[in-house]
């Protein structure tokens, strides 16, 4: 499985992306001791039809409080953050969870890009902007994460 500490961006992407995956084949869990553990979490936390498990959900909250904690510190992350603002408000008004935070947006915004470009469908100059400004905060969040994570473990 993809290590959190790694990139949590990356690992809350990659769990979204096994649950969609055993929504559609959970007999593909069979045998794959990390596709049946997840499947086992997304039955515990009734989520087979819809929304994500608890792991995801937690790293997700810990990814939004990092940026509110950089938002109100860094002026160039605020700059990044009120840029691509606009386009996620678009994105979130086209979904049933209107309220979601930019932080969750961005993820949201990358998985359906790949989404598309699985079924070769095509992408906008627009969308690729808004998606390089989204995987910038994203790679910034996830690496400042890591860094805090290393500063933790070295003094306990």
């Known amino acids: 499985m993809k290590n959190k500490k790694d990139n949590i961006a990356e690992y809350i992407l990659y769990l979204w992306q096994l649950e969609d995956y055993l929504r559609a084949f959970p007999e593909q869990a069979e045998g794959n001791d990390e596709l049946t553990d997840i499947l086992r979490m997304m039955h515990t936390d009734d989520v087979m039809d819809g929304g994500h498990i608890q792991l995801a959900q937690i790293a997700l909250k810990e990814l939004e409080m990092l940026s509110n904690d ?13 840029r691509v603002t606009p386009a996620l408000n678009m994105l979130k008004a086209r979904t049933d969870r209107p309220t979601m935070s930019n932080v969750e947006a961005c993820l949201v915004l990358l998985y359906q ?12 100059a627009e969308t690729e902007e808004v998606q390089r400004q989204a995987t910038g905060i994203l790679q910034y ?5 890591y860094k805090q994570d290393e500063l933790a473990a070295d003094n306990p």
Do not use: D
């Not at 950089?70 to 009120?82: D, G, V």
């Not at 890009?113 to 906008?124: A, D, E, T």
């Open 70 to 82: 950089i938002f109100n510190q860094e002026a160039t992350y605020r700059a990044a953050m009120i």
């Open 113 to 124: 890009i790949m989404m598309l470009r699985l079924q070769q469908r095509p992408i906008s």
């Open 141 to 145: 969040l996830s690496k400042t994460y």
